[in-house]
Each structure stands twice: as structure tokens, then as C-alpha cells.
């Protein structure tokens, strides 16, 4: 069966503008994770999405990101007035509940000119 | 809070040799996961080994292993019979609680000699 993929690959866009990073997650899973990962570092937690709620966004930088989950499936993390710091490569995991395997997906570049 | 420490920038091994990669992490906690993920180019993390830390015995994947020691918390890779394919970042990982999130260390580029 499919992977956890994710849209786009890669993506440029300039300070200030907003964008929208997709994670379709494996079919069945329920719990969905996205990180987010820095040129030569780990990567690090973000928001954790147990069905449609976020169950913990304690990772969140600040007010600027977002993410939903509205169906249970699809998520999408959301980046207003973007800044250069915010370049890095984001990470979505999917898994059939929290304790089991995370599977992950191969992540956005996103650059910020 | 949790942390997990990779102190180690890089390691090179040859092939079908034998290399082990080394983490620390630190913890109050006495029921946790440690686990070592393989990152290729491709940039997709993969699970190469998971390790309970109720469980005593160290866990073994095939050629890979883990030396756990929960006193000292240490938690190493032994990749045996190294391979080219082998040749990859590998990030030492931590969760712990219902959500189960992972805690990373800044992991380690193998390069492996043909």
C-alpha cells in the first residue's frame, strides 16, 4: 500500500508571504505527527494530531503556524507572514495510534527568500 | 524535559565491518521507547531498531543491534557486516507518554569505504 506522502516536495516562496504544507497520511491511521526539521539537525516535534483534534501543539513556534486535520485524514500545516528562520524541511508521520510505529513521509523543503 | 545527545558529527566505517554509533539521553521517566532511525538523501526517515526500556534484552534487527544501558541511559548502535547501502544520517530518538511524540538527537553522518 501507499506511504505518507507529501505536497509539494519543495517549495520557494518570499518573507511575508503564506503557505500551506500537505500530509496525506497512511490510510487507517489515526495518529498523525509533524515535525520539523533544520539544516544539520534532528528533527523536532511540531503538533500531534490524534483523528481530527490536535491532541498536543505544544511544539508550535508561534502564532504564525497552524495545522488542521478536518476529516481525520489529510492535514495540512499552515505558515502565515513566513520568515526566513522558518526555512527548514517539514516531516509528517502517520501511525495506527500513539505507542505504534511512525511511518514516515520523505518531507517539504520549504526555502523562504 | 527529555534531551538526547548524538556526540558524535561523523563516523566512517568499512565495508563489512563492524561500527557502533553512540547515544545518551536523559530522562525521569522509567517506562520509555529509544529507538535509531536511518535518513538517506531521500530525506525519509526510516525505523531501524526499537528498544523498550522495561525490556532487559537488547533488541536485534538482523545486522543491527543496541547495547541498552538504562543506568547509565545510554542507548548505542551496532551495525555488523557494514554495507554501502548503510551509508546514511542516523538520529537516536526518544518518546515517552500517550502521545508517544519522538525527541531527536542532532544525529550522525556514516559514510562507509568501499
Known amino acids: 500500500g501507499a506511504g505518507v506522502s507529501q505536497t509539494p516536495s519543495n517549495k520557494v516562496t518570499e518573507k511575508g508571504k503564506y503557505v500551506e504544507l500537505r500530509c496525506d497520511p497512511i490510510s487507517g491511521h489515526t495518529a498523525l505527527y509533524w515535525y520539523r526539521q533544520s539544516l544539520g539537525q534532528g528533527p523536532e516535534f511540531l503538533i500531534y494530531f490524534q483523528g481530527t483534534g490536535a491532541a498536543d501543539d505544544s511544539g508550535l513556534p508561534n502564532d504564525r503556524f497552524f495545522a488542521v486535520r478536518p476529516e481525520g485524514s489529510v492535514s495540512t500545516l499552515k505558515i502565515q507572514r513566513t520568515e526566513r528562520g522558518d526555512s527548514a524541511v517539514y516531516l509528517c508521520?502517520?501511525?495506527?495510534?500513539?505507542?505504534?510505529?511512525?511511518?514516515f513521509g520523505p518531507g517539504t523543503r520549504l526555502t523562504v527568500l | 524535559a527529555q534531551t538526547v545527545t548524538q556526540s558524535q558529527p561523523e563516523m566512517s566505517v568499512q565495508e563489512a565491518e563492524t561500527v557502533t554509533l553512540s547515544c545518551t539521553y536523559d530522562t525521569s521517566e522509567s517506562d520509555y521507547y529509544l529507538f535509531w532511525y536511518k535518513q538517506p538523501p531521500s530525506r525519509q526517515m526510516i525505523l531501524v531498531i526499537r528498544?523498550?526500556?522495561?525490556?532487559?534484552q537488547n533488541a536485534t534487527e538482523n545486522r543491527f543491534s543496541v547495547n541498552f544501558q538504562k543506568a547509565a541511559k545510554s542507548f548505542s548502535l551496532k551495525i555488523s557486516d557494514s554495507q554501502l547501502g548503510d551509508a546514511a544520517m542516523y538520529f537516536c530518538a526518544y518518546s515517552h507518554g500517550a502521545n508517544s511524540k519522538l525527541t531527536f538527537g542532532k544525529g550522525i553522518t556514516l559514510s562507509v569505504r568501499p
Open positions: 508521520a502517520s501511525s495506527l495510534g500513539a505507542g505504534n510505529e511512525q511511518f
Open positions: 528498544q523498550e526500556a522495561y525490556k532487559q
